[in-house]
Structures are given as C-alpha cells and as structure tokens.
C-alpha cells in the first residue's frame, strides 16, 4: 500500500526558532511536494522536488527552504518560523506521468 | 480571480439526498482533472479521475465540460460517511507541469 509519512502531526514552536518537518514516501516516486492549507485558502504550494538535489520553487516560497538528499525523503525547513507559519502542512509525492497526488497525514504546527 | 473556484459551501443535506457540487477553472491549458475527499483533519485523498465522457464509480458521477471549463461531481442516496471536504483539482502544462487545488466544497450530511 502506497505510503507516505510525515515525521511529526503535532508541533508547537516559538517565534524565531528552526523547524524541521520531514516526509518520507515508499513508493520510489520522483515528484515530491510541501503544502500549507489554510482556512479559505485550500492548498498553496511551498516547494517541490522532482528528483534527488533538485527543488523548484512553489507559490509561496518565502520564509521555507527544502532538501532531497535521498529520492524518498523530502525535508521542508522554517530558518526562523513565524506565526504566520502556523498552518496544517501536507507532504504529497507523485509517480511521473500520471496525475495523482498521495498525501502525508499532515503536520499541523502552531508558532506561538 | 482564482484559477480553480467552487462554492465554499457547507452543504446540508439529508441522508439519501442527491448533491451536486460544481467547479470551474480558467486556464484553458488544463489537462487533467480530479476530485479528492478531505475528511476533517485528515489528509486529501483522491476520489475519482475526471474525464469528458464522464465516468462513474458507485453512487459519484464525474463529468468534464472542457468547452465550459466546468466539472462537476453528484452524489446519489447520501451517506453520513460522505461528510467531508470534496476538493476540485486541475493539472496543467504551462511552463511545467502544475496541480491547482479548489478551496473545497464542505458537505454535511445529517440522520
């Protein structure tokens, strides 16, 4: 069964601190992708990734960077979070050549 | 404007309802389209595939009008497991491949 996992569902963290968020996919797909969902808002695309050291930038880039060292894992990074990063993120990898998106449980932080 | 709209909602229906939910999109270099379910704090998951001849899986339909821009998704004889968020998405090919997610529709439905 088609699998992707998110390191942490939870997270509270405060202004100016370093978050990690990590996701990991066992499917061997080469696209992966870093969400926020907000209220009103749906879906917004941070980063993604279509192969092992490459990162393309999303719809809202600023404040986040990624990193694929490995083909199954995809690390989002907050240098310094902000309250308004508080938000649900969404881990989601694709296999090339087709349109469906498998999505992480999500990981919901809250930047106090 | 936004790329993919569809009604916020929520939709209240009873139980063996039929519903029908709407979306449309404006970039006409869009290639495919699906519709995903949310349930509440939990992640998206697919649905069903979009095509313009329509196509059905069960008690949802799905159908693509590509000259109206428009897709839609009916629900038949509703379910209290049908309760969630139904998210309207487009893949396009415009300067790279691109996924747009709709806001999402909410649907309550009640005994």
């Known amino acids: 069964d088609v699998k992707v996992t998110q390191s942490s569902r939870y997270l509270v963290k405060r202004t100016g601190e370093k978050v990690f968020l990590e996701c990991v996919q066992d499917?061997?797909?080469?696209?992966m992708f870093w969400y926020r969902q907000d209220p009103g808002l749906g879906l917004r695309l941070i980063y993604f990734s279509y192969d092992v050291k490459m990162k393309e930038k999303g719809d809202i880039p600023e404040g986040y960077s990624v990193s694929r060292e490995k083909k199954e894992r995809f690390s989002l990074i907050l240098e310094s979070a902000s309250t308004n990063q508080t938000s649900m993120y969404l881990c989601?990898?694709?296999?090339?050549?087709?349109?469906?998106?498998?999505f992480g449980e999500g990981s919901r932080l809250t930047v106090l | 404007r936004k790329e993919v709209e569809q009604d916020p909602g929520p939709f209240n229906v009873p139980e063996g309802a039929t519903v029908a939910f709407n979306c449309t999109y404006s970039?006409?270099?869009?290639?495919?389209f699906f519709w995903y379910r949310q349930d509440c704090r939990k992640e998206p998951k697919l649905l069903m595939s979009?095509?313009?001849s329509g196509n059905e899986d069960g008690r949802f339909t799905a159908q693509l009008n590509r000259a109206s821009q428009y897709i839609s998704l009916l629900i038949r004889d509703s379910k209290l497991s049908d309760s969630a968020t139904y998210l309207c998405?487009?893949?396009?090919?415009?300067?790279?491949?691109?996924?747009?997610f709709g806001a999402g529709t909410r649907l309550f439905v009640k005994a």
């Open positions: 979009v095509y313009s």
């Open positions: 998405v487009v893949n396009r090919l415009t300067g790279g491949f691109k996924t747009i």
């Open positions: 970039n006409s270099a869009s290639q495919s």
């Open positions: 499917m061997d797909h080469e696209n």
């Open positions: 989601a990898s694709r296999p090339t050549g087709t349109g469906e998106l498998f």
